[in-house]
C-alpha cells in the first residue's frame, strides 16, 4: 500500500491560501510558490510517500515545470528514495473554469482534446515526475486521448474518473469507461472522484 498525499486545495485553503481565482491552486505557483512547497512538506511529514502537483488547472508550460520542480525540491528534502511526485494532469474541462470537468462532453472532437493535452503531457514529462495523476475525467473519450498521451510519454500513472452513481458525468457507464483504460501498459491504479 502507498499513501497518497490528500487535497491540495484543501491544506492550501486551511493555511489561509485564497484559492478563488480561476487558476486555483495554479495561481500559487506564479504568486506564492512557497505555500504549495509548505503543503507537500505536512503531507510528507504526515507520512504521505507521494506529492501531486498543483498543475491540475494549469496550462502555461512556466507552470507546469514549477508544480513539478516545487514537488520534487521538497521530495529530495527528505532523501528518502521511496518518495514519489505525481504530476497531475486535469481535463479539459478544468481549465475552462467554469466547473464543466463534472458534467462531461465539452462539445470538441478528439483532435481538440488532444492538442490541449498533448503539450501539458510534455511539459510535465520533461520536468521530471515519476508519474502522472490523471485525474477527475468526466468522459470517455476524453479519456481515450489521454490513456494515448500517457501511453506516448511512458510514465506511469493512475487514472480516476468523475462520476454519478454507475455512469461518468457524461453519461457513459462505468464498464464502458474502464474498459477504455484496459489496455494501458502504464496504468497503476484507477479509481473514480
Not at 41 to 57: H, L
Not at 85 to 93: D, I, N
Request: proline share 5%; with cysteine; hydrophobic share 40%.
Amino acid at each position: 500500500m502507498i499513501l497518497l498525499d490528500g487535497g491540495l486545495s484543501t491544506v492550501l485553503e486551511q493555511g489561509g491560501a485564497d484559492l478563488s481565482s480561476t487558476l486555483w491552486t495554479a495561481r500559487l505557483l506564479r504568486d506564492e510558490p512557497e505555500r504549495i512547497a509548505d503543503a507537500h512538506r505536512a503531507y510528507f511529514r504526515a507520512g504521505a510517500r507521494v506529492a501531486t502537483t498543483a498543475s491540475y488547472q494549469a496550462t502555461e508550460k512556466g507552470m507546469l515545470t514549477a508544480s513539478v520542480r516545487i514537488a520534487r525540491s521538497v521530495r529530495d528534502e527528505f532523501d528518502d528514495p521511496r518518495l514519489m511526485v505525481a504530476a497531475s494532469v486535469g481535463p479539459f474541462g478544468a481549465h475552462l473554469a467554469d466547473g464543466s470537468e463534472y458534467r462531461g462532453d465539452y462539445g470538441v472532437p478528439a483532435r481538440t482534446l488532444r492538442d490541449f493535452h498533448a503539450p501539458r503531457f510534455e511539459a510535465l514529462a520533461a520536468a521530471g515526475p515519476d508519474l502522472f495523476a490523471v485525474e477527475t475525467v468526466p468522459d470517455l473519450r476524453e479519456a481515450e486521448v489521454l490513456v494515448e498521451l500517457t501511453e506516448e510519454f511512458g510514465l506511469p500513472g493512475w487514472f480516476s474518473y468523475s462520476v454519478r452513481g454507475g455512469s461518468t458525468c457524461s453519461g457513459q457507464p462505468l464498464a464502458e469507461a474502464y474498459a477504455v483504460l484496459a489496455g494501458c501498459s502504464c496504468l497503476v491504479a484507477a479509481g473514480v472522484n
